[in-house]
C-alpha cells in the first residue's frame, strides 16, 4: 500500500506557473506508475498527465498543449507536475494517483490517490 500526500497548490494568476508534488510513503515508490488527475466543479475527474516507473514514459491529455511537464524522483519518493502558461480552465482540484500495474490514462486503472490540491487560476 502507499499513501499519497499532494502540496503546492494555490491561487495563480493567469499566464503563471505552479508546481505541484505528490509525495509518497508506504512501499517501494518506484515500483508504482504515477499519474495526476484533476476535477473542477460540476465536471468528472479528468486525467492530466501519466508517467513510468523509471520516468522514461510519459504522456499527457492533449487538451493541455505541451503546457504541462510530469516528472518523478525516485530517490525521493516524490512525483512532480510543473504548470505553465496557466489558464482559468485549468482551475481544478488536482488529485495524484498510483498503479501497481501497467501504466497511462485509465482512471480506474489507478489503485491509491491522495486527498488533492486546489489550483485557481485567476483571469
Do not use: H
Request: glycine share 14%.
Amino acid at each position: 500500500q502507499v499513501q499519497l500526500v499532494e502540496s503546492g497548490g494555490g491561487l495563480v494568476q493567469a499566464g503563471g506557473s505552479l508546481r505541484l508534488s505528490c509525495a509518497a510513503s508506504g512501499r517501494t515508490f518506484s515500483s508504482y506508475a504515477m499519474g495526476w488527475f484533476r476535477q473542477a466543479p460540476g465536471k468528472e475527474r479528468e486525467f492530466v498527465a501519466a508517467i513510468g516507473r523509471d520516468g522514461g514514459n510519459t504522456y499527457f491529455a492533449d487538451s493541455l498543449q505541451g503546457r504541462f511537464t510530469i516528472s518523478r524522483d525516485n530517490a525521493k519518493n516524490t512525483v512532480y507536475l510543473q504548470m505553465n502558461s496557466m489558464k482559468p480552465e485549468d482551475t481544478a482540484v488536482y488529485y495524484c494517483a498510483a498503479r501497481s500495474t501497467g501504466w497511462g490514462p485509465g482512471l480506474y486503472e489507478y489503485n491509491y490517490w491522495g486527498q488533492g490540491t486546489q489550483v485557481t487560476v485567476s483571469s
